[in-house]
């Protein structure tokens, strides 16, 4: 009896030695953020001048003499800037591209580009759809059973969500839940795991409301299309009659001169089953489907659930790389060492290759089928990376539950996103309360809607924030003063609290922001004045103000205004402040203090500087 092994033990100890050289550090490797490919330097990170040197093969003191010539003078270390090194190339005849690189955190967006000659042909994943029963589930059991000898015997086939036909020498992963329930479900996690659908239509039925869907579906997912026709062992089959069909839908067939495979088979019979499994193999050479199974295993997860024995237990596809039962994997943001690794057999399996679906136990909890995985040589990585994710997740639903803010809101309304506004009022009174909660809820029309969700006396206080929080509320205080603690609380929930004292104006801003006319309106607060003393030139520095001032604080990092006979004649930043020798963050009243204005020297004796921060009105 034939034992199906994916590998045998020294090829795959072998494999698993390359596997680990190549990515001990998949993103580490300089080779791998730079190299230069048909005459083009491809990089994609930072790099030094030695990095540079050794990646296009020019040695580092031409690189620094040619620099040196352009009137720049580096060090062998030195990080070089995009402009610089496009520079470099140009010199020495490479043309040169950046490459956005995607860290392995976000390996849900990660595209793998291997290199050409670490590619090897997969084997193709596809998915059966049709509409309902046009035979979806006896092709698919049909296809499985066709040819005994290629499962073991005792080998009773798992539901585990897809399985991999032996044909030929090669091999067909087929996802084993017709429909398109689960296809759009994965799509609508973004993923593709099927690069071609075998569109099943009845001989006798012809084209149906669901075989025009699974159409769409398949060009939406850019899967590739083959047409079985089936149900041929029935006396009113007429295939000629299905093809001008799909033609209608723009499925051509070829004999039509489009690219379309149509085979006629009889899922109930067998017969031609094994056409369409050419065809099958046929296209996947077309599309030239590859994998680089040296590197870690990235992939999606077919299927998942909790099995009362094993704990989370998921169906992982492997679409490139290779799984090995060693590995650690991160699946959203859960993370966990493969325990167990099993096929549709039921076998204990110890690496998976490209296109193979496995059955995998180990990880913390039941991830959600359609997310992407990805396998790491380490806990600590798979840890680190898990973490990362996970709390990039809470940001991201923090921020999808942050409260409005009245800018946010003026923007969602102008781009005619909002129709609710969900509002919070605290006043001094109840009566006041409820007189604010009838008025804004006046202003309410046909396209933005004010829902009060909370009116009532007091303070504000840490749940009015949580609230307004989840509920993406904008909470309004009516004669009332939040304590530093409630608006430290508000500005860690992006909650804004907005205060009035006067009705008709809290109505008006309610009102501008519902008509998009919102504004922050910012003013000005002046923070100190200064008195130029003495003006000291000094080369490559520029104009030095030793200066006095005369009320409140001048801060390093404030907007300055220079001052000269009551006009002014600069508004800037300050480049430095300085008492005597050294940098102060700021220089309160009746001290002296040395500053210079950045790109600005024109200053003179007896001009005045003001120091001011931008505030919002109040
Ligand atoms: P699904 O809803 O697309 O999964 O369709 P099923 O596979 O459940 O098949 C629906 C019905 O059509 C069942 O009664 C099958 O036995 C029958 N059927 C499927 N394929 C064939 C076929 O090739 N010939 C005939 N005569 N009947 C078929």
Request: net charge neutral.
């Amino acid at each position: 009896m034939k034992k199906k092994k994916y590998f045998s033990k020294k090829k795959r100890v072998q494999q698993q030695k390359r596997v680990r050289n190549f990515v001990e550090r998949p993103s580490g490797r300089k080779e791998e953020y730079a190299k230069v490919n048909g005459g083009v330097f491809v990089y994609s990170k930072p790099l030094s001048v030695a990095d540079l040197s050794k990646a296009i093969n020019v040695p580092v003191p031409a690189i620094i003499k040619f620099l040196f010539m352009q009137g720049k003078a580096v060090t062998i270390n030195q990080l070089l800037d995009d402009e610089t090194i496009g520079t470099i190339c140009l010199e020495f005849n490479y043309d040169f591209k950046k490459e956005a690189v995607v860290d392995e955190e976000h390996f849900d967006q990660l595209e793998i580009h291997d290199d050409p000659k670490d590619l090897v042909e997969r084997g193709p994943v596809v998915t059966v759809m049709g509409h309902v029963d046009h035979g979806k589930t006896t092709l698919i059991d049909a296809i499985r059973h066709s040819d005994v000898a290629s499962h073991e015997a005792g080998g009773i086939s798992q539901a585990i969500g897809a399985y991999q036909k032996e044909y030929k020498g090669k091999r067909i992963t087929i996802i084993d839940t017709p429909g398109h329930a689960a296809f759009t479900a994965m799509r609508a996690r973004g993923a593709s795991v099927t690069d071609i659908v075998v569109l099943v239509v009845a001989a006798d039925d012809g084209v149906m409301p669901q075989t025009i869907e699974a159409i769409n579906h398949a060009r939406a997912a850019k899967s590739a299309i083959i047409v079985a026709i089936n149900k041929m062992d029935k006396p009113g089959a007429d295939p000629q009659k299905v093809k001008e069909q799909l033609m209608q839908h723009g499925v051509i067939a070829e004999e039509y001169g489009g690219d379309v495979i149509c085979v006629n088979i009889s899922a109930k019979t067998g017969k031609g089953i094994d056409n369409l499994l050419e065809a099958i193999l046929m296209k996947a050479e077309m599309l030239e489907l590859k994998a680089n199974p040296n590197r870690y295993a990235i992939g999606t997860v077919l299927e998942a659930n909790l099995d009362k024995g094993e704990g989370p237990k998921a169906t992982l596809l492997v679409q490139n790389g290779t799984l090995s039962n060693s590995d650690y994997v991160v699946v959203g943001d859960i993370y966990g060492k493969i325990r167990r690794m099993v096929n549709e057999y039921g076998q204990i399996i110890h690496s998976a290759a490209p296109s193979c679906p496995v059955s995998v136990t180990g990880l913390s909890s039941v991830p959600t089928a359609g997310d992407r995985f990805m396998a790491f040589p380490s806990e600590k990585e798979a840890k680190s990376v898990a973490e990362k994710r996970a709390l990039a997740n809470k940001e991201k639903q923090r921020g999808a539950n942050a409260a409005m803010n009245l800018d946010d809101l003026n923007n969602l309304i102008n781009a005619g996103k909002i129709q609710d506004i969900n509002v919070i009022v605290k006043a001094d009174t109840d009566g006041s309360a409820q007189a604010l909660k009838a008025s804004l809820e006046k202003l309410s029309n046909d396209k933005v809607h004010i829902k009060v969700i909370e009116a009532e006396a007091g303070a504000i206080s840490d749940n009015d924030v949580l609230l307004a929080s989840a509920s993406h509320a904008i909470v309004y205080g009516f004669n009332i003063r939040p304590d530093a603690r409630i608006r430290q609380k508000a500005e860690e929930e992006h909650v804004e609290i907005r205060l009035h004292r006067i009705i008709y104006e809290l109505l008006d801003e309610m009102s501008d922001a519902m008509k998009g006319l919102y504004k922050t309106e910012m003013v000005e607060n002046v923070t100190g004045q200064a008195e130029i003393r003495h003006i000291y030139k000094i080369t490559h520095v520029g104009t030095i103000a030793g200066s006095y001032v005369t009320s409140g604080v001048i801060a390093a990092d404030s907007k300055i205004r220079l001052i000269r006979d009551g006009i002014v004649v600069y508004d800037g930043k300050l480049a430095s402040l300085k008492r005597f020798k050294d940098d102060v963050k700021e220089v309160k009243q009746g001290y002296e203090c040395g500053f210079s204005i950045a790109n600005f020297n024109d200053i003179k004796e007896g001009d005045l500087i003001e120091g001011y921060a931008l505030v919002e009105k109040k």
